[in-house]
Nanobody
């Protein structure tokens, strides 16, 4: 059974920084894509950033230049460093991992962590 556990959310003033972590536990062969998504109140869940097993990254335009995604495959962990936070970054942040089982992939989601940016 694979579980994703997130940490690092909280309340921060505008202009501040937070670092989110998401660790996968269980018997895992390898992880293809890792990513962070977010959902603000009353809005649909949207992509924030992704990183492939080869290290290629992709960011939403709204977070480019402020957020940095990274991964540690030895720890099955993905990070999201968030700098210059804005009130509009307030949302529940979810990690997602596409786990490779050899002949197929399965997507797993974390439980979500709240990020609140005060103006």
């Amino acid at each position: 059974q694979v579980q994703l556990v997130e940490s690092g959310g909280g309340l921060v003033q505008a202009g501040g920084s937070l670092r989110l972590s998401c660790a996968a536990s269980g018997s895992i062969f390898s992880i293809n894509v890792m990513g962070w998504y977010r959902q603000a109140p009353g809005k649909q869940r949207e992509l924030a950033a992704t990183i492939t097993s080869g290290g290629s990254t992709n960011y939403a335009d709204s977070v480019k230049g402020r957020f940095t995604i990274s991964r540690d495959d030895a720890k099955n962990t993905v990070y999201l460093q968030m700098n210059s936070l804005k009130p509009e970054d307030t949302a529940v942040y979810y990690c997602k991992m596409l786990i490779d089982w050899g002949t197929y992939n399965t997507a797993y989601w974390g439980q979500g962590t709240q990020v609140t940016v005060a103006s």
